[in-house]
């Protein structure tokens, strides 16, 4: 689920209860424009066939992109049903917009990441690069999230974040969520500032990690700032509030927490 520009509306993905009927999938699996102001619908975006996975939104227009385990990316129009375009590839895909609305990237299997301009998608990457220490695996990226200030980008897969050079493709810093391998990966996400990353844990905290150490330790993972502790479970999901000091984290149930400042 993502909300859109206004603090109102909101684009969410289906999930279909029970198998879908030959024929129904791409119904099924819609995406749908919610409006809170009087619970309706405003808009359906039909399509994909299988689950969407993650929907990132451009900062600066109405388009958003949805990956699905169909094996497509999507680039939609708030204001229109129709697709806008369609990136066809050949494992499950997870794709973000930078800040400025500028850059498009997708993540593939292989730890392979495709730079596209956001205005002529239609024209293949620009740039294309690979994190080495997932070439040999045959998992996915799940997440790709730009930093504030688009010079690195966070690339998740499994309990493996990477920090990698937006420009250069070079990875400059790791660091790991202790999540076992197979299991999906947990929630991530950068600060207003682009200083701190948090992420969620498999020991059932929330962690903070400074940029400028993961920087400093480029081949291992450095110890966090802050270490979290409240949550009964793993919390699988996690978000940076984007204009305050403020991180909300959930397993089954929802936490807000506000950073302190550093005592002694």
């Not at 509306?9 to 289906?14: C, G, K, N």
């Not at 059932?204 to 700032?225: E, F, M, S, Y």
Request: proline share 7%.
């Amino acid at each position: 689920m993502r909300f859109t520009h206004h603090p109102n509306a909101l684009i969410y993905a289906s999930k279909p209860k029970g198998s879908v009927p030959a024929g129904q999938a791409a119904q099924a699996h819609a995406l749908r424009y919610l409006s809170m102001h009087n619970d309706s619908f405003l808009r359906y975006f039909v399509g994909h066939t299988a689950p969407v996975l993650d929907i990132g939104l451009s900062p600066v227009s109405d388009l958003f992109a949805s990956s699905s385990a169909d094996r497509s990316v999507k680039l939609w129009d708030l204001r229109t049903s129709a697709c806008q375009m369609q990136l066809e590839v050949e494992h499950v895909p997870c794709a973000a917009f930078d800040m400025e609305g500028l850059v498009f990237a997708v993540g593939l299997e292989g730890g392979v990441i495709k730079m596209f301009d956001a205005k002529a998608i239609s024209k293949g990457p620009f740039s294309s690069f690979m994190v080495p220490a997932e070439s040999s695996r045959q998992g996915n990226f799940s997440q790709i999230k730009f930093a504030p200030d688009g010079e690195h980008l966070i690339a998740v897969a499994e309990n493996r974040v990477y920090i990698v050079h937006a420009f250069e493709g070079l990875v400059e810093g790791q660091f790991d969520t202790g999540s076992p391998a197979g299991r999906p990966a947990l929630g991530v996400g950068w600060s207003a500032d682009g200083q701190y990353i948090a992420s969620g844990c498999a020991d059932k905290t929330v962690k903070i990690w400074n940029l400028a150490t993961c920087l400093a330790n480029p081949g291992k993972t450095p110890n966090p700032v802050a270490t979290w502790k409240h949550h009964a479970e793993v919390p699988e999901v996690l978000a940076w509030a984007p204009r305050r000091a403020m991180v909300a984290s959930a397993c089954h149930a929802l936490s807000l927490w506000v950073p302190q400042p550093a005592q002694g």
